[in-house]
């Protein structure tokens, strides 16, 4: 059976504030563990007036406070940015606040623009080259304690936080079959290597002492509603949002609008319906006949939805119709 999880990036809305946004990502995070989700992303960005994950880590420990059993972890964390030393002890000390609810995604993108990456690791280009010598590195901070070591970083050593790869083409599926971890691909928003990425990962996997068989993640946007009007009206504001990033000029997570016609070019257009293509939009029926699909189309053994939209009512209501139409299909397959 397919789990069904959230990837949130803890959205600025126009008009609100840090605070309130990260307010409403732990109450979301509610939300979805009374719904059966399986866990709770948050994600790296910086410099973006939108997003108010940038501390990521420091995200995931208040959301993690503020729920009882989910999952919570990075969607993700990208490594190049950091030290391997400082990640492993930053999600250590969270594996020993909530034991056995604690995920680390990894990503090798800088998840922000050129000049702030450089802010954050000032080699860009050798740091994202480390990508996998990194990988490896954490993962034996992470790891079983090595008397023979002379670095056993506390308190990280023994706490066997899972790792995860993030990707959006072939190079993380390869690293991620290689090392024997599960992998979760970007479809939200880089759609399109996604098949191959998949049949990458599982033709090329080794089991490793983490995971025996390949386990892969695909993540979808989504916005659901009683109509699919209204659904349609909602996602609007991760239509702008698109259109604006692209341009140039990030901001807030814009109110909806009735037209998008009067906001984006037909080329634009053309781009922000190829990148959503996946997206789960509309009423119940109309979201749980496409989730069927894409579950059907990728065999993924999870399916993490973003609903980055301006109302939280709705992103509450979007969760709540997305865990009806998964839920659904559990009790289908158990029939």
């Known amino acids: 059976m397919t789990a069904y999880s959230v990837l949130d990036l803890s959205p600025i809305t126009e008009g609100g504030t840090p605070s309130e946004a990260l307010a409403n990502s732990r109450d979301l995070a509610r939300h979805a563990e009374s719904l059966g989700y399986t866990r709770y992303w948050v994600a790296e960005h910086h410099n973006m007036p939108g997003i108010a994950s940038a501390a990521t880590a420091v995200v995931i420990g208040h959301i993690a406070g503020g729920t009882n059993h989910i999952r919570v972890g990075s969607g993700g964390i990208m490594l190049p940015n950091h030290s391997p030393l400082v990640i492993a002890e930053q999600f250590g000390t969270l594996a020993a606040l909530y034991p056995d609810r604690i995920d680390l995604g990894l990503g090798r993108a800088p998840g922000t623009d050129m000049g702030t990456a450089r802010a954050l690791r000032r080699d860009l280009e050798a740091s994202a080259h480390a990508f996998p010598q990194d990988v490896q590195e954490l993962q034996a901070y992470l790891g079983p304690r090595d008397p023979s070591r002379h670095l056993n970083p506390v308190p990280c050593s023994g706490s066997n936080v899972p790792i995860w790869l993030l990707g959006s083409s072939l190079f993380s599926a390869q690293l991620a079959a290689a090392l024997g971890l599960p992998f979760a691909f970007a479809s939200h928003f880089a759609p399109d290597m996604l098949f191959d990425a998949l049949q990458v990962y599982r033709d090329r996997f ?13 993540g979808v946007m989504a916005s659901a509603a009683e109509t699919d009007e209204e659904a349609r009206y909602h996602f609007t504001s991760a239509q702008q949002n698109f259109v604006y990033l692209r341009r140039g000029n990030p901001g807030q997570v814009p109110k909806p609008v009735e037209d998008m016609d009067a906001i984006w070019h037909p080329r634009e257009k053309a781009g922000v319906e190829h990148t959503f293509r996946y997206a789960l939009i509309g009423s119940p029926a109309t979201v749980k006949a496409k989730a069927e699909r894409f579950v059907a189309d990728t ?5 993490m939805v973003s609903a980055p939209i301006f109302d939280f009512e709705m992103r509450k209501t979007t969760l709540s119709i997305v865990a009806d139409a998964m839920g659904e299909r559990h009790r289908e397959a158990a029939e």
């Open 206 to 218: 080794q089991p490793s002492a983490q995971l025996e068989k390949p386990y892969a993640m695909a």
């Open 299 to 303: 065999g993924i053994d999870e399916l």
